[in-house]
Nanobody, 127 residues
Framework: QVQPVESGGGAVQAGGSLRLSCAAA??????????MGWFRQAPGNEREGVAR???????SYADSVEGRFTISKDNAKNTLYLEMNSLKPEDTAKYFC???????????????????WGQGTQVTVSS
């Protein structure tokens, strides 16, 4: 029950790019079944889903990031990634990696189904 660990956050100007990483402690590999996602939370806002990917490689994105963000995984490195391009000030938030194990399906609507959460990494986009 090792929690994911996020890294790669920082400050960037609008229009720039960042790549977030999530060390998933061995549960991202070719023989496991899971759904993993990136979430974000800005001050005063509820935590919202950004992107998700399951053990079969099926992805889904929030409308607000569609076409700008790409979620991917490296099974050999047990790592989840979020490539963020064309960043906007409204992307500023703390970004969290989360995992739901033993199923390939998940939904942004029920955060409680993601049993493993990282501590988050801050992304700040300046105008």
């Amino acid at each position: 029950q090792v929690q994911p660990v996020e890294s790669g956050g920082g400050a960037v100007q609008a229009g720039g790019s960042l790549r977030l990483s999530c060390a998933a402690a061995g549960y991202i590999h070719s023989t496991s079944t899971y759904c993993m996602g990136w979430f974000r939370q800005a001050p005063g806002n509820e935590r919202e889903g950004v992107a998700r990917i399951n053990s079969y490689g099926v992805t889904s994105y929030a409308d607000s990031v569609e076409g700008r963000f790409t979620i991917s995984k490296d099974n050999a490195k047990n790592t989840l990634y979020l490539e963020m391009n064309s960043l906007k000030p409204e992307d500023t938030a703390k970004y969290f990696c989360a995992a739901r194990l033993n199923t390939p399906t998940c939904s942004f609507r029920n955060l409680k189904t993601f049993g493993y959460w990282g501590q988050g990494t801050q992304v700040t986009v300046s105008s």
